[in-house]
């Protein structure tokens, strides 16, 4: 399977774009219990997904389901769970919950996938909606204390920062790995690392991307710093800098990190697998470096200089149920 593509790669942004509402108007009403979340630790896009369901406590909610970080050409398969099978939804492969909704479903079969358990079929994999109708349709099983990651009065803002930070970071990053071209990659190497300029110099005078409380924005930008060093610094040839070496945007990563909600829902061995293995067309042996050492992420960031309060009137998540904890730093 070859995910490189001839020249610049551009990826498929249609989605199954059902909608999980209050009103229910796609057919998917609001309702604790009725769906699973289908996510991968290893994706980033996936990763999205698992904070925010944490920072709002949407735990009793809406389960969640953990594929391995590797795959086949057929995709996630729930290989870390007893039997092969997630526990919920009974099924071995997630493209048994895309068939069980769409026959012929033609193209990737993707995380984050939500399921309806009793029906067994895929709902939505429509991520970047997935996480503002977390924020915005499922108030009310929202934890007391949830933070409000999707404030009214910031939308367009966060949608505009979102917009050049999916561009040029969170895909740009796929954009050099995946090019077909010397030209294609090195275009989104600029792009890349000019954009990380522009972050660091806001990041230099306030905390957090829209001020001194976290948001959406920092969730998407922070699944891909996550993954920088250990992942598309090597793999994807993003290697002007590692994130080590950019001071502002190390501290700023190093501070959610340490955040509860960020952190503790990264697992650094289940990211270099998925990558080093699963892409083979650009990492032929599937070897899986050893390093970075990722103790670093661990070490003081002093961001809490620059004033701010994370959660804004909220509060911090408690740690996570044990069923969902990721290994501890080695
Ligand atoms: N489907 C979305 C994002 C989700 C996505 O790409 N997920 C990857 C993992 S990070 C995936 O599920 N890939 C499945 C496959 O390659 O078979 C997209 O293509 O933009």
Same mark, same amino acid.
């Given at each position: 399977?070859?995910?490189?593509?001839?020249?610049?790669?551009?990826?498929?942004?249609?989605?199954?774009?059902?909608? @999980?509402?209050?009103?229910?108007?796609?057919?998917?009403?609001?309702? =604790?219990?009725? %769906?699973?979340?289908?996510?991968?630790?290893?994706?980033?896009?996936?990763?999205?997904?698992?904070?925010?369901?944490?920072?709002? !406590?949407?735990?009793?909610?809406?389960?969640?389901?953990?594929? &391995? *970080?590797?795959? $086949?050409?057929?995709?996630?398969?729930?290989?870390?769970?007893?039997?092969?099978?997630?526990?919920?939804?009974?099924?071995?492969?997630?493209?048994?919950?895309?068939?069980?909704?769409?026959?012929?479903?033609?193209? !990737?079969?993707?995380?984050?996938?939500?399921?309806?358990?009793?029906?067994?079929?895929?709902?939505?994999?429509?991520? *970047?909606?997935?996480?503002?109708?977390?924020?915005?349709?499922?108030?009310?099983?929202?934890?007391?204390?949830?933070?409000?990651? %999707? *404030?009214?009065?910031?939308? $367009?803002?966060?949608?505009?920062?979102?917009?050049?930070?999916?561009? $040029?970071?969170?895909?740009?990053?796929?954009?050099?790995?995946?090019? &077909?071209?010397?030209?294609?990659?090195?275009?989104? %190497?600029?792009?890349?690392?000019?954009?990380?300029?522009?972050?660091?110099?806001?990041?230099?005078?306030?905390?957090?991307?829209?001020?001194?409380?976290?948001?959406?924005?920092?969730?998407?930008? +922070?699944?891909?710093?996550?993954?920088?060093? =250990?992942?598309?610094? &090597?793999?994807?040839?993003?290697?002007?800098?590692?994130? =080590?070496?950019?001071?502002?945007?190390?501290? %700023?990563?190093?501070?959610?990190?340490?955040?509860?909600? +960020? !952190?503790?829902? @990264?697992?650094?061995?289940?990211?270099?697998?998925?990558?080093?293995?699963?892409?083979?067309? @650009?990492?032929?042996?599937?070897?899986?470096?050893? &390093?970075? $050492?990722?103790?670093?992420?661990?070490?003081?960031?002093?961001?809490?200089?620059?004033? !701010?309060?994370?959660?804004?009137?909220?509060?911090?998540?408690?740690?996570? *149920?044990?069923?969902?904890?990721?290994?501890?730093?080695?």
């Amino acid at each position: 399977m070859s995910y490189v593509q001839p020249g610049e790669f551009t990826r498929d942004t249609a989605y199954i774009e059902d909608r @999980i509402t209050r009103d229910g108007r796609d057919g998917w009403p609001v309702e =604790a219990g009725r %769906y699973r979340l289908v996510a991968a630790r290893a994706c980033p896009w996936a990763n999205r997904t698992v904070i925010v369901r944490r920072l709002l !406590g949407l735990e009793d909610a809406i389960s969640l389901g953990l594929p &391995g *970080p590797t795959h $086949d050409e057929r995709s996630w398969t729930f290989d870390l769970d007893p039997d092969g099978r997630d526990p919920v939804l009974g099924i071995e492969r997630l493209q048994e919950a895309y068939f069980a909704r769409f026959p012929d479903y033609p193209k !990737g079969i993707t995380v984050p996938a939500i399921v309806e358990v009793a029906s067994g079929m895929v709902v939505t994999n429509d991520y *970047p909606q997935i996480t503002l109708d977390f924020s915005t349709e499922w108030t009310e099983f929202h934890r007391p204390g949830a933070p409000e990651l %999707y *404030p009214e009065r910031l939308r $367009d803002e966060i949608d505009a920062l979102n917009a050049e930070i999916f561009r $040029d970071v969170n895909n740009g990053v796929y954009r050099a790995g995946f090019a &077909g071209s010397q030209k294609a990659y090195e275009r989104a %190497y600029d792009a890349l690392f000019e954009r990380l300029d522009v972050l660091s110099e806001r990041l230099s005078r306030q905390r957090y991307l829209m001020g001194g409380t976290i948001t959406e924005a920092d969730v998407r930008l +922070f699944t891909t710093l996550a993954r920088f060093d =250990a992942v598309y610094h &090597g793999h994807f040839k993003c290697n002007r800098q590692k994130l =080590a070496e950019m001071p502002v945007l190390w501290a %700023y990563a190093r501070d959610l990190f340490q955040t509860p909600g +960020f !952190g503790d829902t @990264i697992d650094f061995a289940q990211i270099k697998a998925h990558y080093y293995v699963v892409h083979r067309d @650009i990492n032929p042996t599937g070897i899986i470096p050893k &390093g970075p $050492d990722a103790r670093g992420w661990l070490t003081p960031h002093h961001r809490e200089e620059l004033g !701010g309060r994370p959660f804004g009137d909220g509060t911090a998540p408690a740690d996570p *149920p044990a069923s969902e904890r990721v290994p501890a730093l080695a």
